[in-house]
């Protein structure tokens, strides 16, 4: 399997406060990697070293070799798309011409986007289904369909590697499995994918392998059945769980403990 991403001993901080501390870890063509651990555990700033958005302040983070912080901003935006949470809603645009700016990091600024990134977006949105929705208002669309429209802006971007900070964390149940049943296909489809899940079972049944992050550390890295296990998650995250196999897909499923139940 390539390796896009290798990181070695990367630690950073905000101010005297260590979000991260020697972590180390590679990431393969073709991965689909869920990021999971308690808040403050250091998944969003994982996120964004990843994205070049921020720089270690010790180790390294490579990219196809090379220091990711060697490559220009127009360079990185066609390597990797990245789509973290929290974005503003109200956009005075229409979908299409939302979708086409992610075609900037391919621009001719002489001829601008061109009959090609015209293209490329047509196939993204017929691709997820969203063509009906070209010629409507940003601010128009409903959670599950904004946020088809931000992952058809970062896969027109033709990157790489795709960065998501929490993509379901808003969305209600139907959604949350749309939005994850199409990343999963993109991925495999060769799409090399990395995101950050809070729902345990969503992450289980959806990534191939799993980081878990603890107090700024990899607490374990690994596939679902060897990171999702009881012992591990009681100690990373503080409480009681208990985990059985999901009678369905044979995966781990995670059922948080009431203090009620435990006679405390």
Do not use: W
């Not at 991260?20 to 689909?32: R, T």
């Not at 971007?157 to 199409?182: A, G, N, Y």
Request: charged share 20%.
């Amino acid at each position: 399997m390539e390796t896009l991403y290798s990181l070695q001993q990367v630690s950073f901080s905000y101010g005297g406060l260590q979000v991260l501390s020697e972590v180390s870890f590679d990431i393969g063509k073709g991965e689909l990697v869920g990021v999971i651990g308690p808040n403050g555990a250091g998944k969003t700033t994982l996120l964004r070293l990843l994205a070049g958005y921020l720089v270690p302040q010790r180790g390294s983070v490579e990219f196809l070799g090379k220091d990711l912080h060697g490559y220009d901003k127009r360079s990185l935006a066609r390597m990797a798309a990245t789509l973290p949470q929290g974005i503003a809603t109200v956009f005075p645009y229409v979908v299409e011409e939302f979708i086409l700016m992610g075609r900037y990091p391919h621009v001719d600024r002489r001829f601008g986007y061109g009959r090609e990134g015209e293209e490329v977006v047509r196939d993204v949105m017929e691709s997820l289904g969203i063509e009906h929705l070209r010629g409507r208002l940003m601010s128009m669309l409903s959670e599950g369909e904004r946020q088809k429209v931000y992952i058809a802006q970062c896969i027109a971007q033709s990157p790489k590697v795709l960065l998501l900070d929490e993509p379901v964390s808003h969305l209600d149940i139907k959604h949350q499995m749309q939005t994850l049943e199409l990343l999963a296909a993109l991925n495999k489809d060769g799409l090399t994918i990395a995101m950050i899940l809070h729902d345990l079972n969503l992450a289980s049944e959806f990534c191939s392998r799993i980081l878990l992050l603890s107090r700024g550390r990899i607490f374990s890295d690994g596939d679902p059945a060897n990171t999702l296990t009881y012992q591990g998650l009681e100690e990373a995250y503080g409480t009681v769980v208990v985990v059985r196999e999901n009678p369905l897909s044979g995966k781990p499923f995670v059922l948080p403990v009431s203090k009620k139940y435990l006679g405390q």
